[in-house]
């Protein structure tokens, strides 16, 4: 078993559209959840960043983290056509000073909005 | 602001030639490094991580390895390319503060043929 796991996909929808993605993991050690946005043949761009349980909200993007069930999501309101690209997940258990700092993704869902 | 470059952008090598690739931070100091490769359609694969100049530990056995000759430069190289080499190569830094993020670079395209 994978220690986190995202549906790949692709997943096609129209414009307007709220979307939903989804990862679950299996180390309860992780407390630190990332999303990051890849577009097509770019590096991944970090989207949201948030820590431990509960929502954090920016923009049309919402992310949201329950860790008594190791599931974090990412909402996505009023989808655009420039939403279309690759979505990661990631996560951690430690953070800061001169520690590793291994990230674990997720393997990335295709999101298309299509007009 | 925090800056990072990598170069080339694409690169097509036959088997059994030498690489280089490199990546520097501009704007912070003293970052955790790391390198990726990512295959088409599957997720990023950490290859190398350095805390420091001089430091790199190695997560996968492989062909390829790396160099952390300056602060904020890291090297990836190979002496002899082969084929499974091909992929999307990405460096990374994190800096020292509480936080876990990793910042990509713009990635390096490498065909192997």
């Known amino acids: 078993q994978k220690e986190v796991e995202q549906d790949p996909g692709p997943l096609s929808v129209p414009e307007g559209a709220i979307v939903s993605l989804n990862c679950t993991y299996s180390n309860s050690a992780f407390q630190y959840f990332m999303w990051y946005r890849q577009y097509s043949r770019k590096g991944p761009e970090l989207l949201m960043y948030?820590?431990?349980?509960g929502n954090k909200e920016d923009g049309r993007f919402t992310a949201q983290v329950d860790k008594s069930s190791k599931y974090i999501s990412l909402f996505i309101r009023d989808s655009q056509p420039s939403d279309s690209a690759t979505y990661l997940c990631a996560m951690s258990s430690v953070a800061g000073g001169t520690s590793y700092g291994k990230l674990t993704f997720g393997q990335g869902t295709i999101l298309t909005v299509h007009p | 602001s925090q800056t990072i470059h990598q170069w080339p952008a694409t690169l097509v090598q036959p088997v059994g030639s030498p690489l280089s690739l490199e990546c520097t931070v501009e704007g912070t100091s003293n970052p955790n490094l790391y390198w990726y490769r990512q295959a088409a359609g599957r997720g990023l694969q950490l290859l190398f991580y350095?805390?420091?100049?001089?430091?790199i530990s190695s997560e996968v056995p492989q062909n390829l390895s790396a160099s952390r000759p300056q602060d904020r430069q890291f090297i990836l190289s190979s002496k002899k390319l082969l084929l499974s080499d091909s992929g999307f190569y990405l460096c990374?830094?994190?800096?020292?503060?509480?936080?876990?993020?990793?910042?990509f670079g713009p990635g390096t395209r490498l065909t192997v043929t």
């Open positions: 990374a830094w994190r800096g020292l503060a509480v936080r876990a993020e990793q910042y």
């Open positions: 350095s805390v420091g100049i001089g430091q």
């Open positions: 948030t820590y431990s349980s």
